[in-house]
């Protein structure tokens, strides 16, 4: 595997397939969102974060789940949100990354919750988890 964060990439170009009226784009955290006032609408991917499960016996493949945060943004959280929020977890909810390498995307808790800044624009976070055995001699 020569891009650990393939499937970021992947998500990313899905969203923008089935979603094309909004702006759909990488980040590297919910901080960096926070730090560009003038999102919404848009909805922002980034790695929330990886779990390293067992390796095979033969010690190059490992198995490893990704949680990737798909941030909701929004100006009106009672009308605009609600509808993206839906939209996304329905293009999303177990939908599989071309390719075979991954597994069915699940939606699973978010480490973050959703906020508000004071000028009034709304961050709803909601996850994803996917799987797939990373081989180390790739």
């Known amino acids: 595997m020569d891009d650990y964060l393939e499937a970021g990439g992947l998500i990313i170009a899905h969203l923008k397939e089935h979603l094309p009226d909004l702006r759909v ?3 590297w955290s919910l901080a960096e969102i ?3 006032p003038d999102l919404a609408p848009s909805l922002l991917v980034f790695l929330e974060g990886d779990t390293p499960g067992e390796g095979i016996p033969n010690g190059c493949d490992h ?3 990704q949680r990737w945060a798909v941030v909701v943004i929004a100006r009106d959280a009672e009308g605009e949100a609600g509808s993206m929020i839906s939209r996304t977890l329905s293009a999303l909810a ?3 990354p071309p390719g075979g390498r991954f597994s ?3 939606r699973v808790a978010s480490s973050h919750t959703p ?3 004071p000028a009034g624009v709304f961050y709803f976070p909601v996850a994803f988890a996917t799987g797939f055995v990373f081989n180390v001699s790739d």
């Open 34 to 36: 926070r730090e560009t």
């Open 25 to 27: 784009a990488p980040s």
């Open 63 to 65: 198995k490893v789940e």
């Open 104 to 106: 069915p995307l699940r």
């Open 94 to 96: 177990g939908w599989r």
């Open 115 to 117: 906020d508000r800044t």
